[in-house]
Structure formats: C-alpha cells, structure tokens
C-alpha cells in the first residue's frame, strides 16, 4: 500500500523566520510528488516534482525531490503571516491511474 | 488553465435527507474524477474514483448505497450523500487529473447535517 508521511505535523514560527517542511513516501512506480497550500477551501497548486535533485523555486518558496531518500522538502524562507496554512504532500505512481496518496499535512503557523 | 467547477459550496441539510454534490471541468475534459473527503485538521482521504461512462471505484471502508457517485459525461461527476447523518458533515472535494498541473481542485463542499 502506498504511504505518503508529512513532518511536523504541525509548526509555529514568527514572522521571517525560515522553515523547512518534510514528505517522505512509499509508492510503487512513483511519478510525480506535488505540494499544495490549503487554506480555508480547495489545495492550491506549488509544486510538481519528478527528477531528483531540481530545485523548484517561486518566490520564497521551493522545492527538491530526492528519489534516492524518498523524500522531498518544501522550503519557506522569510515566513509572512499569509504563509499560514496546511501544506499537502501527495505523491502520483504510474499504476494507479493518476489517483494521488495524501501525506496528513503539515499545519503552519506564523505568528507576526 | 484548466478549471473544475463544484457545488454547492455549503449545504446545511437536515438528517436522513440527500444531497448532491457537481463537480464539472469548465474547459477540459475529465474522464475521471477523484472524490476526496477533509475532517477539520485533517488530511485529504481518497472516497472513490469516478470515471465517465463506468462504475466508480470505492476505497476501503467507504459504502457505495450511501455515497452515490455518476460520472455523466466527460464535463460532469456527481456525489450524492443519501441519508446523511451527522457523522458525514465533512468537507468534501472533488479533482481531476491530466491538466497541465497534474490535477484541479474544485473548490470543495462543506456539509453540515443537522
């Protein structure tokens, strides 16, 4: 069975402060690792990952894969309070006609 | 980019009703369609699997007489929630594979039985 686990769980920072979010996953045929911010509604697209070792970049955040650790890292540099948020780790394989599995979120909390 | 559209947004209903929930793609087509359910402070879980013209697939654990899924046509899927109770208010939400993101997100439902 597919496993897809996100640390912390959930974090509270202040204001510019940098962090470091965690996905860690186990899936056969892996294809592709998404990161998404959920507020109060529908998850947000940030970041689609299939190559290792590609940092993705938007602004003050970004994002690597590493495929050999099974992992991948979501970075927030420079933390506002608009960063607060559930970030979602979801990894995409290639038998599962594309149905994601969810990693339990990372709650974020800026504090200003 | 590509759009899915779901509603309604919110729905109070009372218990032992139905409720249907539309998740339609405005601008591309979505042969299928993932149905997802959030509990406050919780993670997306996987409900079923929709797919245009075929029976939905159900995850482990989810009654397929009570959560209702039709994928009418490459631009519609529904869930209806029949007899709801207070245990099923829950926000739910629907997402399509295949656009140029990986996936779209409706805008998700949130449902209060009382």
């Known amino acids: 069975e597919d496993k897809v686990v996100q640390s912390p769980l959930s974090l509270v920072v202040h204001e510019g402060d940098t962090v470091t979010l965690n996905c860690s996953y186990e899936?056969?045929?892996?294809?592709?690792l998404l990161w998404y911010k959920q507020e109060k509604k529908a998850p947000t697209f940030l970041f689609m990952l299939?190559?290792?070792?590609i940092e993705k970049k938007s602004g003050r955040l970004s994002s690597i894969l590493d495929k050999k650790e099974l992992s991948s890292i979501l970075n927030i540099t420079a933390t506002q309070t608009g960063d607060s948020a559930i970030y979602l780790c979801a990894v995409g394989a290639n038998n599962a006609g594309n149905m994601l599995t969810f990693g339990g979120g990372t709650r974020l909390m800026v504090k200003p | 980019g590509a759009v899915v559209s779901q509603h309604p947004s919110r729905v109070i209903c009372k218990s032992g009703t139905s409720v249907k929930i539309e998740c339609r793609s405005l601008?591309?087509?979505?042969?299928?369609m993932f149905w997802y359910r959030q509990f406050p402070k919780q993670s997306l879980m996987l409900m079923a699997t929709?797919?245009?013209?075929?029976?939905?697939?159900?995850e482990q654990g989810v009654e397929k007489d009570k959560f209702l899924i039709n994928h009418a046509s490459l631009t519609l899927s529904t869930l209806t929630v029949t007899s709801a109770h207070p245990e099923d208010s829950s926000f739910y939400i629907c997402s399509a594979p295949g656009t140029p993101y990986g996936y779209t997100f409706g805008s998700g439902t949130r449902l209060t039985v009382v």
């Open positions: 601008d591309f087509q979505a042969t299928t």
């Open positions: 929709s797919n245009e013209g075929s029976k939905a697939t159900y």
């Open positions: 299939t190559s290792s070792g």
């Open positions: 899936v056969t045929n892996f294809r592709s």
